[in-house]
């Protein structure tokens, strides 16, 4: 069983800037791809940054340039460094976690941004 937590999420103003940190424990044998999306309210979950083990990463297009993906490997750990907010990033961010037997989700983190 893997266990997923996120964490630093918050109420922030336009322009500012919030870290999310994502961990990752139990029995895990090898963590490949690691990833934030988002789910705003009444709108479906997308994919806001992915890193791969070896430190590649994507984004997608509304957060270029605002937000930074990261991970420290031996600490099972995936942070999401976002900064220049804007309302329209608000939302609930989860983490997502896959290993050689699948992916595994946090419970989320809620962003708020206000304008």
């Known amino acids: 069983q893997v266990r997923v937590v996120e964490s630093g999420g918050g109420l922030v103003q336009a322009g500012g800037s919030l870290r999310l940190s994502c961990v990752a424990s139990?029995?895990?044998?090898?963590?490949?791809?690691m990833g934030w999306y988002r789910q705003a309210p009444g709108k479906q979950r997308e994919l806001v940054s992915l890193?791969?083990?070896?430190?590649?990463?994507n984004y997608a297009d509304s957060v270029k340039g605002r937000f930074t993906i990261s991970r420290d490997n031996a600490k099972n750990t995936v942070y999401l460094q976002m900064n220049s907010l804007k309302p329209e990033d608000t939302g609930v961010y989860y983490c997502n976690v896959g290993v050689t037997t699948g992916g595994y989700w946090g419970q989320g983190t809620q962003v708020t941004v206000s304008s």
């Open positions: 139990g029995s895990i044998f090898r963590i490949t791809v």
């Open positions: 890193i791969s083990s070896s430190g590649l990463t």
